[in-house]
């Protein structure tokens, strides 16, 4: 929300239970900071609520929006006198029914929530794009009048964290991502591609959980540590700084943040940012860090800070991470191979079947979708020389 024309406001509510009234409370007191939910949505207008449903997984792993963070929406929007409402996801691995599932969407009361499909793509042309000009988005996505981000607080292999700004990749449609990582083939290009997507659907509001966030092998087989937060801003990059302050992450070495500010979608600069909490008028972000952060999370610092070379990190982080497989926890189900986007493949049974698959590093284009999706948490990217070649 920007302030004066200047500065974007951040709500933050500390929140240490996934209990659904609580969570209720929590996220009504962050929307009421921002101005209430009615600032940002009609009663009468369609609203797709977009979580993040990675694949199916149970809500203690904090892979997904939290259920619970969910319901708290749709109770906001029905009290709100909003009759359209839809909520989904397209995710790289399942579909949106299956992980809705996992979590126990199907049967629970949803406050007047319906299931979107999220598999019938539409293509949209965005001739403004800096850097994407045509998407494939689910077709909810193109019927609604308003988004409203749910995201979750998490590490990224590529990105180094996956927030507000990464969130909106799950409205392209789930066949059509891993091409997309083909088309936009680095860290920084990627998150400009993502800014396209906020520049084309604008979301009104973004909301992250980050009661119990993954760090470590994030996105997808981290490890769930409570941080205890709930987000709310309509500036997604100023959001995700306030992630950044929070695991002791300098913000300017996250792509996303980078590239989002300089695409016009929001800013990482400290200086327009406001961060209110309940009962307080502002707290600055480095009292944010002190108070509530925690400096031990797990998530990738590599990389020289605030000279030159920061601004190519993610390029040097691409060239000297990669992907390797713990042969021990390997099932050998192939998810992987399916998902990796390069034609011909990075990753192939090259030693047949009964063994796990093995990488061709002068293919890979280091997009870890295949780290992303494997069930087993097998695969985690690791430096250059902490791996045979
Ligand atoms: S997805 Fe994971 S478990 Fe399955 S083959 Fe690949 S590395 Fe092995
Ligand atoms: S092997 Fe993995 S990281 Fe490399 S291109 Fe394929 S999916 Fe991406």
């Not at 680095?186 to 396209?196: G, I, P």
């Not at 769930?224 to 306030?242: G, I, Q, R």
């Not at 400096?295 to 190519?312: C, E, I, M, Q, T």
């Not at 991470?321 to 189900?333: F, M």
Request: aromatic share 6%.
């Amino acid at each position: 929300m920007k302030q004066e024309n200047t500065k974007s406001t951040v709500a933050m509510v500390i929140c240490d239970t996934y209990d659904e009234e609580t969570v209720y409370e929590a996220m009504g007191q962050g929307v009421d900071l921002l101005g209430g939910i009615q600032r940002f949505v009609d009663p009468a207008e369609k609203i797709l609520v977009k979580p993040n449903f990675l694949s199916p997984a149970a809500p203690e792993s904090a892979t997904t929006t939290h259920p619970a963070v969910m319901r708290g929406m749709f109770r906001l929007l029905q009290d709100a006198g909003c009759q359209n409402v839809l909520y989904g996801d397209s995710p790289g691995h399942g579909s949106c029914r299956s992980v809705a599932k996992g979590l126990g969407l199907e049967t629970e009361e949803l406050y007047g929530a319906v299931m979107a499909d999220m598999s019938q793509e539409v293509r949209v042309d965005f001739p403004e794009g800096m850097t994407a000009n045509e998407f494939y988005f689910a077709k909810e996505v193109t019927e609604a009048d308003a988004i409203i981000n749910l995201c979750k607080m998490k590490t990224h292999s590529l990105e180094r964290v996956t927030g507000a700004v990464k969130n909106v990749y799950g409205l392209i449609c789930g066949h059509r991502k891993a091409a997309g990582h083909v088309k936009y083939p680095n860290a920084t290009v990627f998150a400009r591609a993502l800014a396209d997507i906020h520049r084309c659907v604008k979301p009104r509001l973004h909301v992250m959980d980050g009661i119990v966030a993954m760090e470590g092998n994030g996105p997808g087989s981290g490890t769930p540590t409570p941080m205890n937060v709930l987000l709310f801003s309509d500036d997604p990059v100023a959001l995700d700084t306030v992630f950044c302050y929070l695991v002791d992450l300098d913000p300017e070495m996250v792509p996303t943040n980078t590239q989002g500010q300089a695409m016009g979608i929001g800013t990482y600069q400290k200086e327009k940012i406001r961060v209110i909490m309940p009962g307080q008028q502002e707290i600055s972000l480095e009292e944010v860090a002190r108070r509530y952060g925690n400096p031990d999370f797990d998530v990738d610092r590599a990389g020289v800070k605030k000279s030159w070379l920061s601004r190519y990190s993610d390029m040097m982080t691409a060239i000297t991470r990669r992907p390797v497989i713990d042969k021990e926890k390997c099932i050998k189900c192939g998810i992987c191979v399916s998902h990796c986007p390069v034609p011909g493949k990075a990753i192939d049974f090259k030693k047949g079947k009964d063994q796990p698959p093995v990488y061709d590093y002068k293919k890979c284009i280091r997009c870890y979708c295949c780290q992303e999706m494997c069930p087993q948490s097998a695969i985690r990217s690791r430096k250059r020389k902490e791996t045979k070649k």
